[in-house]
């Protein structure tokens, strides 16, 4: 990928997390890690199908990434579940719509979601070469909001910490550049 003027042959960690807040530029940074990567190359998308609007957005997604060599596997919950092809590379997309997902479903709460989510992507990690996490930003809008909302953001601010203690590198992308705060920039 090109940062700072230069081409780099990127060979990603075992596991990073990339966060970046809406437009930010992480999803396609998050790519440019894994094209340089390993073959296979699967796309986990987490976003629930709730509408025609919806699904042609997935079709659309899937259609970009099979030309970049990603299969894509819809995923919202379980990644448990989840059996890969072969020891390839993994990109999660994204977290947020994981977690939302899982803490939502019947008869969950926030330390069921956690535990799933956590061992999903152990499971993740295990079975594949390289992971790439993508999430939202979360921690710099404060938590001063109530009910649902303070639960989803807790939730995902724990995911952060966990994944980010267990990762190989851990960065945020902000106009479309990286800032590493554990691992840093493969040379």
């Not at 790519?31 to 709730?50: D, F, G």
């Amino acid at each position: 990928f090109l940062h700072g003027g230069r081409h780099h042959a990127v060979h990603p960690p075992m596991l990073t997390l990339v966060i970046g807040g809406a437009a930010s530029g992480k999803s396609a940074f998050a790519e440019s890690l894994c094209l340089c990567a390993p073959l296979p190359r699967t796309y986990l998308a987490t976003m629930q199908v709730w509408d025609a609007e919806c699904a042609a957005r997935v079709a659309r997604h899937r259609a970009m990434r099979q030309q970049k060599q990603f299969a894509t596997v819809e995923c919202p919950r379980g990644l448990e579940a989840i059996a890969l092809p072969q020891r390839g590379t993994v990109l999660l997309e994204d977290l947020g719509n994981l977690a939302a997902n899982e803490l939502y479903s019947p008869g969950a709460d926030s330390r069921s979601a956690r535990q799933n989510i956590l061992a999903g992507i152990g499971h993740l990690a295990l079975h594949s070469r390289h992971l790439v996490v993508v999430s939202n930003e979360v921690g710099t809008g404060g938590l001063d909001y109530g009910g649902e909302t303070q639960r989803y953001l807790r939730l995902l601010g724990q995911l952060h910490q966990e994944i980010g203690r267990q990762a190989d590198a851990v960065c945020e992308v902000t106009g479309g550049l990286p800032l590493y705060y554990k691992g840093g920039e493969p040379e």
